[in-house]
């Protein structure tokens, strides 16, 4: 599909810091076809966009300008989680978990059926292999809708069930025709949540948040079975990876007696040290998004310029945290899901991939810290919203699931920004926030130290 016009437009058009800088168009969610029925990918009359083409794996994906593979597979329910049209009176979205490397997933789903009566299932995709496939790995009797199952590196799924007040842990595999399990054990516990799988491949952690302390278990990857590994004092939530050994695990936390939320780090290897991480203004709320373990690069969502704001900055350096106005938009959210690895001590580079939530829907934006563009483009049809991987020369994988295909990737290369200031046409200088960060060194190895120290007035402006 082609693209179009978005600046300047209705509900959900970016807002720039400097739009006379910028050239080109974006596509417009309500008109690009998001959510509509199924295209063949090729040339369509109209005006060519600036977006590069978006290849399909699997089978076309409508919304996405490009062109793909024609083919198609049994129908099957959608994986979208959030906002999203419905293909056939397919069953409600559940939730899509990848591993650290985007070889496996994980998802429960549904077989079709009527409203309170679908049999709800875990079924495992592989997406290192030249055509993406999903794996059924139902049981003797169907899951509850609120289970959460989470891949690991090896091609097991983790599932976590609730069963009365007690948090129920185990390995499920396939077996020829059937499905193994392997269980690992309970945990005595009204409520907990798995956390993202660790960049190793091979450990699960889950939080149990609780008003005076929040326990860190080792749900799977330890020796016997689920394992309280931390209590941190306060109350947490989040839970982001700093490095690619699975030491440093990042949770925004609420002290004690109360107070604002701020992002601390746990050093796993130092008996779950906990040490500050954001600091952006002593009364701010500042939670970390997502990070990126080879450039340092970390997205931060706070309040520190007045109201909640998506900001960026660099794990070490001693700049403030920025706020670019292109990441504002007036009727929709935007959280980021995916940061493009391989730039070593190069943040500014790294494309990131955003989900945007309106009352269109969700879409696709994707933004670099050194650019002030947010480019938009429309999702593919049943896109598991807010799933995605980059690979490390920029190429965007989002994994769907519709009406014509079981198991679908789509591909999108990270278009190109023009990095010059309006003025004078030069490359974006230091008032523009493109500045080099200055990170010392990569995350794997640098202790994390309190971000933005800078005076709030320097951390709040845009770029």
Not at 103 to 123: C, D, F, K, N, V
Not at 216 to 222: F, M, R, T
Not at 266 to 289: K, M, N
Not at 343 to 364: F, H, K, N, T
Request: hydrophobic share 40%.
């Amino acid at each position: 599909m082609t693209a179009c016009a978005i600046e300047g437009g209705p509900a959900g058009a970016a807002a720039t810091a400097e739009p006379e800088a910028e050239s080109g168009t974006e596509p417009d969610p309500k008109e690009s076809g998001a959510g509509s029925g199924l295209k063949k990918y090729g040339t369509e009359a109209g005006p060519e966009g600036p977006g590069d083409p978006v290849k399909s794996t699997g089978a076309d994906a409508p919304g996405l300008p490009g062109r793909g593979a024609d083919k198609a597979g049994p129908e099957t329910s959608s994986a979208a989680r959030g906002p999203a049209a419905r293909v056939d009176d397919a069953p409600l979205p559940g939730g899509f978990t990848l591993t650290a490397d985007g070889a496996y997933a994980a998802r429960l789903t549904a077989a079709p059926g009527p409203p309170g009566e679908r049999a709800w299932y875990p079924e495992r995709w592989t997406l290192d292999g030249p055509e993406p496939y999903a794996v059924p790995l139902p049981l003797g009797q169907p899951e509850e809708p609120d289970a959460e199952v989470a891949p690991l590196a090896d091609g097991r799924v983790l599932i976590r069930r609730r069963v009365a007040e007690r948090q129920m842990f185990s390995l499920l595999y396939p077996t020829g025709p059937g499905t193994g399990e392997l269980l690992l054990g309970a945990v005595e516990c009204a409520e907990m949540t798995l956390l993202p799988p660790s960049p190793d491949g091979r450990c699960v952690y889950a939080l149990s948040a609780g008003d005076r302390y929040a326990s860190l278990w080792l749900v799977a990857g330890g020796a016997f079975g689920p394992e309280e590994i931390a209590r941190i004092p306060g109350r947490c939530s989040g839970g982001v990876w700093l490095d690619r050994a699975g030491r440093l695990l990042a949770l925004d936390r609420r002290a004690p007696g109360g107070g604002p939320v701020k992002a601390v780090v746990v050093d796993l290897g130092r008996g779950a040290e906990v040490t500050p991480l954001l600091q952006i203004a002593p009364d701010s709320d500042d939670r970390l998004l997502l990070a990126d373990a080879d450039s340092g690069l970390l997205l931060i969502r706070s309040d520190a310029p007045g109201h909640d704001r998506l900001g960026w900055g660099v794990l070490g350096s001693c700049l403030p945290v920025r706020f670019p106005e292109c990441l504002r938009l007036a009727d929709a959210a935007v959280t980021p899901f995916a940061v493009q690895p391989g730039q070593m001590l190069m943040p500014e580079s790294c494309a990131v991939a955003l989900r945007i939530d309106g009352a269109a829907g969700s879409w696709l934006g994707v933004w670099r810290p050194a650019g002030r563009r947010l480019h938009q483009f429309a999702a593919p049809l049943g896109w598991a919203a807010g799933a995605g991987y980059w690979s490390r020369d920029g190429v965007l994988r989002l994994p769907y699931t519709n009406g014509a295909t079981s198991c679908g990737v789509a591909m999108l290369d990270a278009p190109g920004d023009v990095e010059t200031s309006s003025g004078t046409g030069r490359p974006g200088d230091a008032e523009g926030g493109t500045q080099p960060s200055a990170a010392v060194s990569a995350p794997a190895v640098c202790k994390p130290v309190p971000l933005g120290q800078a005076p709030l007035h320097r951390a709040a402006r845009s770029d």
